[in-house]
Antibody, heavy 121, light 107 residues
Framework: EVQLVESGGGLVQPGGSLRLSCAAS????????MHWVRQAPGRGLEWVSG????????DYADSVRGRFTISRENAQNILFLEMNALTPDDTAVYYC??????????????WGQGVRVTVSS | DVQMTQSPSSLSASVGDRVTISCRAS??????VAWYQQTAGKVPKLLIQ???TLQSGVPSRFSGSGAGTDFTLTISNLQPEDAGTYFC?????????FGGGTKVYIK
């Protein structure tokens, strides 16, 4: 059974940093691209970032480019999102999601339960 | 970058009704569209990919159609458990993008 479990969320002050993790199991993690998608309170889904299976390509939404960094450790089946220079607009539930193949341009067939990030003073 | 415009933003329908949700892409995305369902407090669930391919386990009352720039999700014979928000997503190329969502209420 595919499982994606996010961690690392919490309350952080504006300008602060946070590192999210997503532990994957139930599939061969190294064979699939992975993504982060967020959802602000009462709002829709916003794609944040994606990474290919071998980390060769990393893509970002304009809203986070230059502040967020996606990475993965295939040996440990973990996906990361390093978030810097956080603003209140980054407040959201962050979902880790698996793509159906190796490349970033794919649909998302499995999602984690999400982790809440709140940016506030 | 491809933008996805979804309509309507909300709708209300009765059990047994046929419901259609539209999604328009800002440029041709062939058939690289997926549809997701998010029920209250839950994680998004993939319903349809490739514009019309139903995911395993998804009830057959859900169907998708379209190509190019215009896509439709249809729910035939609406059921109470179908209440929630539906999102389209393109995956033609990065950056990926979602539509704004359609909230479906059951009368």
């Amino acid at each position: 059974e595919v499982q994606l479990v996010e961690s690392g969320g919490g309350l952080v002050q504006p300008g602060g940093s946070l590192r999210l993790s997503c532990a994957a199991s139930g599939f061969n993690f190294a064979d699939f691209a992975m993504h982060w998608v967020r959802q602000a309170p009462g709002r829709g889904l916003e794609w944040v970032s994606g990474i290919t299976y071998h980390s060769g390509t990393k893509d970002y939404a304009d809203s986070v480019r230059g502040r967020f960094t996606i990475s993965r450790e295939n040996a440990q089946n973990i996906l990361f999102l390093e978030m810097n220079a956080l603003t209140p607009d980054d407040t959201a539930v962050y979902y880790c999601a698996k793509t159906y193949w190796e490349w970033v341009d794919g649909f998302l067939d499995y999602w984690g339960q999400g982790v809440r990030v709140t940016v506030s003073s | 970058d491809v933008q996805m415009t979804q309509s309507p933003s909300s709708l209300s329908a009765s059990v047994g009704d046929r419901v259609t949700i539209s999604c328009r892409a800002s440029q041709s995305i062939v058939d690289y569209v997926a549809w997701y369902q998010q029920t209250a407090g839950k994680v998004p669930k993939l319903l349809i990919q490739g514009a019309s391919t139903l995911q395993s386990g998804v009830p057959s009352r859900f169907s998708g159609s379209g190509a190019g720039t215009d896509f439709t999700l249809t729910i035939s014979n609406l059921q109470p458990e179908d209440a929630g928000t539906y999102f389209c997503q393109h995956y033609k190329s990065a950056p990926l993008a979602f539509g704004g969502g359609t909230k479906v209420y059951i009368k």
